[in-house]
Nanobody, 115 residues
């Protein structure tokens, strides 16, 4: 069973940047899609971007232009570069790998945007 692990979260000031990493136990191109989600207290989990095996990425309007997903296939890693962070970006960020009917999730990493 595939395992994913996020890292890189922390405290950052508004307007700052942070890069999250997701390390997979298997080749990331073996997944139909690798995606990032986030969840704030009292809110539903929200999709913040995805990358497909061919490298194409997609983002919701809420983060488009500020967040960028990249990957290192040799290292089985996917990254989420977050720029111009806002207080409303505060959340636990999760990495997900989807393969067939199965979704694999990491444990999440906390991102707090605050002065």
């Amino acid at each position: 069973q595939a395992q994913l692990m996020e890292s890189g979260g922390g405290l950052v000031q508004p307007g700052g940047s942070l890069r999250l990493s997701c390390t997979a136990s298997e080749s990331i191109v073996s997944f139909n899609v690798m995606a990032w989600y986030r969840q704030s207290p009292g809110k539903e989990r929200e999709w913040v971007g995805a990358v497909r095996p061919n490298g194409m990425t997609d983002y919701p309007d809420s983060v488009k232009g500020r967040f960028t997903i990249s990957r290192d296939i040799r290292k089985n890693m996917v990254y989420l570069q977050m720029n111009s962070l806002k207080s409303e970006d505060t959340a636990v960020y999760y990495c997900k790998g989807a393969r067939g009917f199965a979704d694999y999730w990491g444990q999440g990493t906390q991102v707090t945007v605050s002065l």
